[in-house]
């Protein structure tokens, strides 16, 4: 069986621990987490994981069903990239010396449509979301001017069909 990537939508209580226990899901199957983000979702007091793993179709079937298990949890879903729209966010620390310097820095940043977040006498901070390989061609591309930091969020993504999350709820 071939992997594929899935991101998986888990909707929950908030509650202390879950997260662990979740992860321990992943652990005793041996199987790397990609991503993981966790936010309010759009209903009140659920809380949503967006989890991405690399897995064939009956690992990521097993591995709903158990984290649908945890008492905490309202629904899980898990949905390919062709079903899904996501986007990550990256944030990049660059030495103050090569903004001004380095002429070539400013186009690199306008090319990538990445946003100035602040400016200091020492460094600045970019700004960048889109796809992987996007945050990811930014960051080949700052490196040589003086790469401070540099940090990727999580992918965020929404289904591209309604997940119907609120028929669990009532």
Same mark, same amino acid.
């Given at each position: 069986? %071939?992997? !594929?990537?899935?991101?998986? $939508?888990? =909707?929950? @209580? %908030? %509650? ?11 652990? /005793? ?14 209903? $009140?007091?659920?809380? *949503?994981?967006?989890?991405?793993? %690399?897995?064939?179709? +009956?690992?990521?079937?097993? +591995?709903?069903?158990?984290?649908? #298990?945890?008492? @905490?949890?309202?629904?899980?879903? &898990?949905? !390919? ?7 990550? !966010? ?11 310097? @380095? ?14 977040? !602040?400016? #200091?006498?020492? &460094? &600045?901070?970019?700004? #960048?979301?889109?796809? *992987? ?5 930014? =960051?080949? /591309? ?7 930091? &540099? ?10 069909? $309604? ?8």
């Amino acid at each position: 069986m %071939n992997n !594929t990537n899935y991101t998986i $939508s888990i =909707y929950t @209580e %908030n %509650n202390v621990g879950l997260l662990n226990r979740i992860s321990a899901i992943f652990l /005793k199957r041996h199987i790397n987490i990609n991503s993981i983000t966790c936010s309010e979702s759009e209903i $009140s007091n659920v809380y *949503r994981f967006i989890i991405v793993v %690399n897995v064939n179709d +009956l690992q990521i079937l097993k +591995l709903v069903r158990q984290i649908e #298990k945890q008492i @905490e949890v309202i629904a899980a879903f &898990f949905h !390919t990239d062709d079903e899904t729209i996501f986007l990550e !966010t990256a944030l990049y620390k660059v030495k103050s010396k090569s903004l001004f310097e @380095e002429r070539q820095i400013q186009n690199i940043i306008k090319e990538s449509r990445a946003n100035m977040v !602040t400016v #200091k006498p020492d &460094f &600045f901070v970019i700004e #960048k979301t889109g796809w *992987r390989d996007e945050t990811e061609d930014l =960051y080949q /591309k700052l490196k040589p001017y003086g790469l401070l930091q &540099f940090v990727r969020s999580g992918r965020i993504s929404v289904s591209k069909k $309604s997940m119907e999350i609120s028929k669990f709820l009532k």
